[in-house]
């Protein structure tokens, strides 16, 4: 009978971590079982720096942004003695199990602990970026677009005023949710998305189309992974980041560029960075993290491991971690469709 289980998050912070801390804590504490809080991601398991969570401290958490446990983006698998390190707190610290908070690559080292190893894991999803699979929202993504849209909002006043194209730059490695929602939500007259390959000519042909009908100024949203068409742009090389990942962002200054070369239009560049992360979340990420943490306690309690909690169709489901891990949810062709209407 699981009695104790901890909790980490990791990876990028976002807007509903400590919402659903808070839930899980409070589902447990019902249940009457203690859960234990372990810092910064799985940085924290590995240096066995862990605190028990109760009503108290998990009070008030409700509408904070960030995490009170911290995160980071430490891979167990890339430590030395990794996972013989998370074994031990979990002996030592006599917890039954962990629900672990992240996005693709934490959820990824969670899915190999269970499948490879054997540990007990329950998986939440979050990311502003929206790109886990199986799951139809993850927390933080709506905060982002909420946050992303109003940007897109204040943009267009400016850039009618001075007659120019302003450049909005969002986050986005591999999946363009952010600026596919906040695009639309927007009114943004181009969205420019990783999964979409884009030829910049075309871009500035309808630019200058709204110019032609009276439309002095335009908005592009641009996501930070988005890529031209083959041989129709160069693109600067990135710098790697400790994973052998490109560190992207910069292409919104690329693009405006681009287009002030190619119809000689005055173009700015807003680049939203990491406020697209922070701040209180807004009340659909509150209730998703909230659901999807009572959830993930009943999972744990339970002792359904190997499970991650799933928003589908309105509901909260078990999906499998197993069919999560290694893939990620692009932006349908047919959504963006839908957004290309109004740009196209």
């Known amino acids: 009978m699981v009695s104790r289980f901890g909790i980490l998050t990791g990876g990028g912070d976002c807007p509903g971590l400590n919402a659903a801390i808070r839930a899980t804590v409070r589902r447990a504490d019902q249940q009457n079982v203690t859960t234990f809080g372990f810092r910064n991601g799985w940085e924290g398991v590995l240096q066995s720096e862990v605190e028990q969570l109760t009503l108290a401290s998990t009070r008030g958490l409700l509408h904070r942004g960030g995490t009170v446990l911290g995160t980071s983006r430490v891979d167990p698998y890339r430590e030395r003695d990794g996972v013989r390190r998370i074994e031990d707190a979990l002996e030592v610290h006599r917890l039954d199990g962990l629900v672990v908070i992240g996005g693709e690559g934490t959820l990824a080292a969670a899915t190999r602990l269970h499948v490879d190893e054997g540990l007990p894991i329950v998986g939440v999803p979050k990311t502003i970026d929206n790109d886990v699979a199986e799951t139809e929202l993850t927390i933080g993504f709506l905060t982002a677009v909420a946050t992303a849209t109003e940007a897109v909002d204040r943009l ?109 239009f005055d173009a700015r560049v807003t680049q939203l960075g990491h406020v697209q992360r922070g701040g209180s979340p807004v009340p659909m990420d509150r ?32 999906v499998a971690l197993a069919d999560v891990a290694g893939r990620l949810k692009p932006v349908p062709e047919e959504l963006y469709r839908v957004a290309e209407v109004f740009f196209g």
């Open 156 to 264: 267009h006043s400016t850039a009618e005023s001075h007659n120019r194209v302003m450049v909005l730059e969002v986050m986005g490695r591999h999946a363009g949710w952010i600026a596919t929602f906040a695009g639309m939500a927007g009114g943004a007259d181009a969205i420019l998305i990783p999964e979409v390959p884009f030829d910049i000519d075309a871009v500035g042909r309808h630019l200058r189309h709204r110019a032609g009908v009276g439309r002095d100024f335009s908005i592009v949203v641009v996501a930070e992974g988005a890529e031209p068409v083959p041989g129709t742009m160069e693109l600067p090389e990135h710098p790697m980041d400790e994973f052998g990942r490109p560190k992207l962002g910069g292409i919104g200054h690329t693009i405006a560029h681009e287009i002030e070369s190619r119809t000689g």
């Open 287 to 318: 209730g998703i993290a909230t659901r999807m943490g009572v959830h993930a306690a009943d999972l744990a309690i339970a002792g359904d491991w190997g499970r991650m909690t799933a928003y589908q169709a309105g509901r909260i489901e078990p």
